[in-house]
């Protein structure tokens, strides 16, 4: 399977993350952002839970246009504003794969710090190729490419119909290329973002794309009814 990944670019593609050990169970930081206590990542599943294109839920109703949604952490929770009138689809198997237990001690395999400023997560595989087993189209994908921090995006592969579990948070204004219809944006952070920019600043096993450095893995994903 391909990995999905928030840009395109062959040259940021990884072939894989990088290796090395984290201290937990302490703050970290440095001069160039907060610091961050995060507990020990839990083991990822050894068995993904895996769905088919039945599985699919129907897009989500024009009301509620928002819903609230919080993503727990071993570093803290991040809190979500679903935009279920904008991208009715990706928020309906959000809310589905939440449901299920898709998510549950899914490490973050991506973090970038150069070019693009993004957090990703959502394999529960860990290596970025994982998905549940369905796909589906692009959503409320911004025109001129921009997405701004706190924006909560769809990862995909080049196939405009390959969106499944994977998401990205993005910390710091970023450009996207908008060929092949751009990535759906589903959200947008309402608190927790310091999460992610404290995690930026401990920067990316191996480079500026990769693991991040301090690992962070999500214990489980809650969207209101």
Request: charged share 15%; with cysteine; aromatic share 6%.
């Amino acid at each position: 399977m391909r990995r999905a990944l928030p840009l395109l670019s062959a040259a940021l593609l990884l072939a894989g993350c990088g290796s090395g050990e984290a201290t937990f169970g302490g703050p970290t930081g440095s001069a160039a952002g907060p610091a961050l206590v995060c507990d020990a990542p839990p083991e990822a599943p050894s068995t993904p839970l895996s769905f088919t294109a039945d599985d699919l839920p129907e897009p989500m109703p024009a009301e509620p246009a928002t819903v609230p949604a919080t993503i727990r952490t071993t570093c803290g929770d991040i809190e979500l504003e679903l935009e279920a009138a904008l991208a009715p689809q990706t928020v309906a198997s959000f809310a589905f794969l939440a449901e299920q237990g898709y998510w549950h001690d899914s490490p973050c395999h991506r973090l970038t710090t150069s070019g693009i400023f993004v957090l990703q997560c959502g394999d529960p595989t860990g290596t970025g190729r994982g998905n549940p087993g369905y796909g589906y189209g692009i959503e409320n994908a911004p025109a001129d490419g921009s997405y701004p921090p706190g924006t909560l995006a769809m990862a995909r592969t080049m196939d405009p119909d390959s969106n499944g579990g994977q998401f990205f948070i993005v910390y710091a204004d970023t450009q996207l290329p908008t060929d092949g219809g751009g990535y759906s944006v589903f959200g947008a952070v309402t608190d927790g973002l310091e999460i992610v920019e404290a995690l930026a600043a401990q920067g990316a096993r191996g480079g500026s794309d990769g693991a991040p450095a301090q690992p962070i893995s999500i214990l489980s994903v809650d969207v209101e009814d």
